[in-house]
């Protein structure tokens, strides 16, 4: 422990900044009707959703923590484009879904879970 107290020191000393934690990043490819998520759980802090439309139609994401009342989210995206959406993501569970037309009701939600 000492050890490291003393790399940390001298890292400040020397005006080297310890390294920042990368975002956490998923990827939610959409199609006609359904998200496909890169992974269903990240780790809490800094994040970048990448919202891929694979389909044929326009999508957009939208994403709510559990109890919370904003809802975040990537404006409509073009078939064959990408956008991304950079937050802090607190622990919790969130609902993702597409608000375009009926497509949430067709299918087009899931969860992630922030741990």
């Not at 890292?11 to 990368?22: F, I, N, Q, T, Y």
């Not at 802090?45 to 326009?58: C, K, M, R, Y």
């Not at 109890?67 to 404006?75: E, L, N, P, S, T």
Request: proline content about 5%.
């Amino acid at each position: 422990m000492k050890l490291l107290a003393l790399v940390f020191l001298g890292m400040a000393l020397h005006g080297v900044a310890p390294s920042r934690v990368a975002p956490a990043r998923v990827q939610v490819v959409a199609k006609e009707f359904s998200f496909g998520l890169s992974r269903v759980s990240v780790k809490a802090g800094p994040a970048v959703i990448e919202l891929a439309n694979f389909g044929q139609d326009p999508h957009d994401l939208r994403l709510q923590r559990a109890g919370a009342r904003h809802i975040a989210g990537i404006g409509v995206v073009a078939p064959g484009k990408r956008r991304e959406l950079s937050l802090k993501l607190p622990h919790g569970r969130y609902a993702l879904w597409c608000s375009v037309a009926n497509h949430r009701q067709l299918g087009m939600r899931a969860t992630l879970v922030v741990r």
